[in-house]
Every structure is written in C-alpha cells, then in structure tokens.
C-alpha cells in the first residue's frame, strides 16, 4: 500500500511563504507524475501543480509564479514553495501521484492533506 505524507503546512499572514512537503513510501520515480491539489471549504479540490518524472511542470495561472514544485528522487520527496501567500490560497493541500501515463486522470495515490491558512 503506497503512502503519502504532507507537512509544512500552517498558519501564515499575507505575503509570507511556506514550504510543504511529501514523503512517499513507494519509488516515485516508478510513476508518471507527481502533483499538489488544494481545497478550500466548500469548494472543489483543485490541482495546483504538477511535476513528471522527467522534471516538467505545469501550474494553473492562478498561482503560476508563486508556486513551485520539486522533487527528490533519491528521497522519494516532492515539495511545493509557496510565496507570497494570499488569503485566497487558504485550504487543504494534498499531495498526489499518477502511476498512469498522463495526468489527465485523477491521481492514482493521495495524501491525508494538510492545512494552509492564510490571515490577511
């Protein structure tokens, strides 16, 4: 059973950064890409970045700019650096992995989340 494990997350005010991370039980490597989705309440759970193996990335242009994504392979490790934190950016953040060839499927492994709260 693969596991993944957020953290960093916490509690910030506009215009300060966090770094979250994910720990993964299997080999990263092994799959096609890795990513981060995000959910604010009562909302949909949302992609905000993705990374595949061979290093490409993609981000929605809501936080294209502000958000980054890396991943350590040796670790099996990927992170995301978020800068300059709005209120908006507030929710649950999940790490996710796609062992599938695209990632224009729904992930095949997700994280428990953790939360990013942003004070204005």
């Known amino acids: 059973q693969v596991r993944l494990v957020e953290s960093g997350g916490g509690s910030v005010q506009a215009g300060g950064s966090l770094s979250l991370s994910c720990a993964s039980s299997?080999?990263?490597?092994?799959?096609?890409?890795m990513g981060w989705y995000r959910q604010a309440p009562g909302k949909q759970r949302l992609r905000v970045a993705e990374?595949?193996?061979?290093?490409?990335?993609a981000y929605p242009i809501s936080v294209r700019g502000r958000f980054t994504i890396s991943r350590d392979s040796a670790k099996n490790m990927v992170y995301m650096q978020i800068e300059n934190l709005k209120p908006e950016d507030t929710a649950v953040y999940y790490c996710?992995?796609?062992?599938?060839?695209?990632?224009?499927?729904?992930?095949?492994?997700w994280g428990q989340g953790t939360q990013v709260t942003v004070s204005s």
């Open positions: 990374i595949t193996t061979g290093g490409a990335t």
């Open positions: 996710a992995g796609w062992a599938r060839d695209s990632t224009v499927w729904s992930p095949d492994y």
């Open positions: 299997g080999n990263i490597d092994s799959w096609y890409a």
